[in-house]
């Protein structure tokens, strides 16, 4: 009632409905120049998605390098990782250059962080799932003209990230004459699937190795590659990479440039292979497949069919870090089911499986696959294993008897890689990631103290006690030298191998003892209970196997007392 009075008491109802208008429409166009300039301050990569935004746990200072062809930027814990990464690049771009015949027009941005946690607080180009899915762990980020770093193990996986993405770069630049890719029309951009331009940038820039061997064989024989239209994530990257290596050998390495530039020519890939090498791509993916099966047909040493075939497991789930305990009472393993971790018990008396640890949420695809990492205490009483948690380092201690878990922060590491106990598990022994170098150190439990062994370029890998001794340890490393320098000096040189070394830890000295010395062949993993007798793994003719071996001596040289040089007769 009160309204119809006032419509009746206004002479002129139509002028305020007008100027009601009016009103909203001048708000209206406030508001949207607002959040044209609101956004365009967070324009060249650094608009996301609502409600995307990560957790931060620390505030870091940038500060970069300027080069010819790129800038490197780091934080202040990644001086000396850049260091490394820029001598690289440099190298690496003119060799890539090289090989494609072109040279790079678009500056490259590198952002170095010294570990995945830290990676994964970056709000660059935050973006789904569809979008991002695999290139978090061993793969580089690649956004455009930015490239995504971070240290994860060792220095030859840091490379293969580094060399990769700067292949993938110029790749997309020669497609696209050095365009921003996602703001060319639509019908420029050429559909280029994962196994084409991934696998191809992988092949370009590091080639081959014992890994990609065995998962490309076991895709093979399995018939998993079957249809290489049809692989997701790593699958595809592998099958990829595979491909080039055949056209490579079959066809000639000169050929890869000219398939690229056809592509762009004419916007399909198959095109593009078709012109250059007379053949459809349907006809060389059946040659693929062939030149494959033909390769790994031969193998003699895969098991016979007796029936005792390992049971294949989900294709989602991943099964590492199986650990038996002392006593033999139970057997430990980690499940990643889509990012979902959990840690299992397997009781070999009751044949019973029980979960006593979770970790991530499902779907996490960014969660970093190498944890958690575990070790049994030599009572076999106790499970202790490292997460991490909220860019830190958790400890725990898993007591069965007592069913319950002690928990501590673990400090000053960014990453623990491998560790075991000491013979009376007083202390462990780590290899462990800190400021981009992966050293040894001897940590004492009680106290939460650590002693550094090695600082060095070189990456030093799975540490053990030898012997049962809480003196002397061994592990497994691509040092040149058996001297140590403890410098840290990213520019020294590594070797292109691993071997196995022995230190005595109460000695006190700079020298390690070599047991392996092979020019082709590494060896990790060392293990064993008595002295003239180890086992470790290794990658004799590109075939991963467990071999055991047995100490050996000769006599190196002789002045007051007499040195021994060490070897491993191995079976």
């Known amino acids: 009632m009160e309204q119809i009075l006032l419509i009746k008491d206004n002479p002129n109802p139509g002028k305020d409905i ?212 049809h692989l997701e994530y790593e699958n595809a990257v592998f099958a990829g990479q595979s491909f080039w290596r055949f056209l490579g050998k079959e066809y000639g390495d000169i050929l890869i440039p000219n398939i690229i530039y056809l592509t762009k020519v004419y916007k399909k890939i198959d095109d593009g292979i078709m012109y250059v090498v007379g053949k459809k791509l349907k006809e060389l993916l059946v040659e693929w497949q062939a030149f494959y099966r033909n390769e790994y047909s031969n193998n003699k040493n895969l098991p016979g069919e007796d029936g005792n075939e390992l049971r294949r497991s989900k294709k989602e789930q991943i099964y590492q870090q199986v650990k038996i305990s002392p006593d033999g009472a139970y057997i430990s393993y980690v499940t990643n089911d889509l990012g979902r971790k959990k840690i299992w018990l397997y009781n070999q008396t009751t044949g019973k499986h029980k979960v006593i640890f979770r970790a991530e949420p499902k779907y996490n695809y960014a969660s970093d696959k190498t944890y958690p990492v575990m070790a049994w205490h030599p009572s076999g009483r106790i499970l202790t294993f490292i997460n991490e948690e909220k860019a830190g380092l958790v400890m725990y201690f898993y007591r069965d008897e007592e069913k319950s878990t002690e928990k501590r922060n673990l400090l000053y590491f960014d990453k623990i890689l491998d560790f075991s106990y000491s013979p009376e598990g007083s202390s462990l022994v780590l290899s462990a990631v800190k400021d981009g170098l992966t050293d040894i150190y001897i940590h004492t439990i009680a106290s939460g103290t650590n002693e550094q062994i090695t600082r060095d370029i070189a990456d030093d890998l799975n540490p053990s006690f030898l012997n049962n001794s809480p003196t002397e340890i061994i592990f497994s490393s691509n040092r040149l030298s058996d001297t140590l320098t403890n410098s840290g000096d990213p520019f020294e040189k590594r070797g292109m191998t691993f071997d196995l070394f022995t230190y005595d830890i109460t000695g006190k000295t700079n020298l390690l003892t070599r047991l392996t010395e092979g020019r082709y062949t590494d060896r990790f993993s060392p293990a064993g209970s008595i002295r003239n007798n180890i086992s470790y793994i290794g990658n004799a003719d590109g075939v991963i196997n467990r071999y055991v071996a047995s100490f050996d001596s000769t006599i190196a040289f002789i002045d007051t007392p007499t040195h021994y040089r060490y070897f491993l007769p191995s079976t």
């Open 18 to 229: 007008t100027m009601r208008h009016v009103r909203f429409l001048i708000i209206t166009v406030l508001a949207c120049f607002y959040f044209i300039d609101a956004g365009a301050q967070f324009y060249n990569g650094h608009q996301m998605t609502f409600g995307k935004n990560r957790v931060q746990y620390y505030d870091y200072y940038w500060s970069y390098y300027r080069f010819d062809d790129f800038d490197c930027y780091f934080n202040e814990y990644g001086r000396d990782l850049a260091d490394f990464a820029s001598d690289y690049a440099i190298k690496k771009i003119e060799e890539i250059e090289d090989f494609f015949d072109y040279s790079l027009e678009k500056r490259l941005i590198f952002i170095i962080h010294k570990k995945n946690a830290e990676f994964k607080q970056s709000n660059i180009n935050l973006v789904t799932f569809d979008e991002e899915s695999y290139n978090t762990g061993g793969y580089s980020r690649l956004i455009t003209h930015k490239i995504m770093l971070y240290y994860e193990n060792d220095h030859i996986e840091f490379q293969k990230q580094i060399a990769s993405a700067i292949a993938e770069a110029i790749i997309n630049e020669m497609l696209y004459n050095a365009e921003v890719k996602n703001r060319i029309p639509s019908s420029s951009v050429i559909n280029m699937p994962d196994w084409y331009l991934k696998g191809l940038a992988n092949y370009v820039a590091w080639g081959w190795d014992d890994e990609v061997e065995n998962r490309v064989k076991d895709g093979i024989m399995s018939g998993e590659y079957r249809n290489i239209n």
